[in-house]
């Protein structure tokens, strides 16, 4: 059962400050969220900054008009990160039927399954399909109403929904999280991710950098491309990478190309199997010559049995 709030205002020399139960109900954030806002204040810019904490009457109390200030700069920033619709969805007449691949365009998406991966992993989170139109090869494909899309993309502010369709509030074991556009955008994939550990979508997108790194080594532009390959911000994705830089062992050795091509043939022995013609294969598929992914593949050969 989760605990009632108990918001409470103080004067302390002329001046308004008061607890964090008054700041939740102020804004519906859970526990961990409004314990974070804190926890992070010295990432926050200077003039926006989360107030510190002060001690009256043996609890902990926060100026209210700094708080207000972070906390309108806060609702600024959330707004700004989230994926921003083509003008045209605004153009349409709200009773027109749109293909899925069209509602994928209009809301800027990766491509239409992104729209089926929230269907699968949060119902109810997106609009309802109203029918079926014919694709661009002869198929029936899903089709949306116009004025659906542009209420879902309404509610894509931060005003009315949190988390992937959550509404705000205080929630009972709510995690701890840097709030993201990322949360919006990979959603959906957490659902793979059901059987194991549970995982926000922050940590999934942190796994997704700390695997492009170790696969192919930092360059730079890895958050351009990670923002192309799952969506979101790029400014998200290099706030991640820069996280998983800074923790991992400064004394890790640099990648050389050799060892890539090796991680990669590596992975596709995993993959596929010791199969003829791999490193043909290899080449085709990420360039070079057949003779260059042949080591490659021997090396690999030596990772997984090193007798040979």
Known sequence: MTKALNPQRRLVGGRAVVNRDWI????????????????????????????????????????????????????????????????????????????????????????????????????????????????????????FRVGDLQDFDKKRTGEKLGKAGRRPGPQPEAPVGRPSALEEVLAAELSAHAGGEPLTATQLAERFVAEAIERDGYRPGLAAELSVQYGGPRRSWEWVVRNALKHRPATAPPRTEADRRAAVALAALRERGDVRGLAASLAREHGGSPDVWSRAVNAARRLTDPTT
């Open 24 to 143: 939740r109900e102020l804004t519906g954030a859970s526990v961990g969220t409004a314990a974070r806002w804190y926890k992070v204040r010295d990432e926050q810019p200077a003039e926006h900054r989360h107030p510190e904490k002060e001690r009256v009457d043996g609890k902990d109390f926060y100026d209210e008009q700094q708080f207000r200030t972070f906390y309108t700069w806060f609702q600024e920033e959330k707004a700004s990160k989230v994926l921003k619709a083509e003008p045209e969805l605004y153009e349409l007449p709200p009773e027109t039927v749109v293909s899925i691949n069209k509602a994928a365009e209009l809301l800027n998406f990766a491509g239409a399954s992104t729209i089926r991966k929230y269907q699968q992993a949060n119902p109810g989170y997106f609009p309802d399909s109203v029918g079926e139109v014919e694709g661009p090869t002869g198929r029936m494909i899903q089709a």
